[in-house]
């Protein structure tokens, strides 16, 4: 897990907390957060992607992205980004530190997550995967996802296949 460097963000409509972990938006954007999410990702996924602090920084300054943590104790354990353009939102990155996968906390971010996306009144929310990633495929069909395209040799380092999923938000 990576040691929390600066201040807890302050509590928001999407905020939650239970005993054992804290569950907020991560703001204010600076260079110690997005040095934490280039750590976790580097950490826990099997193949990861080449984004740096500074690409990190800023799609968490960028007014379209929001980005949602989960702390145990002051320990950043995971995170969801979330870029939403009009009606259309797409998850960037979804990332649990592996000690902690199995909890519950995926979900727990994306329902934050889709509490704001019906306040924006989004429709539709898509995804991508690595085909090899069956974990986070049963995950994202769990959330209610459903896969509706494979796009050839999507991925490097190496080459595969993605599968893209979508989700149909109903606005109640």
Known sequence: AIEMLFKLPPKTPSSFHSSEYSFTRLHPADLAMAEALVALVQE??????????????????????????????????????????LDEATITNIVITKDYQGK??????????????????????????????????????????????????????PVEDAIEYRLEIEQR
């Open 44 to 85: 826990n996924y099997e193949h990861p992607n080449n984004w740096s602090a500074e690409s990190f920084l800023a799609d968490l300054e960028n007014p379209t992205n929001t980005y949602y943590g989960v702390w145990m104790q002051r320990q950043l354990v995971g995170f969801l980004g979330v870029q939403s353009v």
């Open 104 to 157: 519950g906390l995926a979900q727990r971010l994306w329902q934050m997550a889709l509490y704001d996306l019906k306040q924006k009144e989004v429709k539709v929310v898509f995804l991508e995967v690595r085909n090899s990633n069956t974990r986070a495929q049963y995950l994202y069909e769990i959330l209610g996802f459903e896969a509706f395209h494979t796009r050839s040799d999507y991925y490097n380092d």
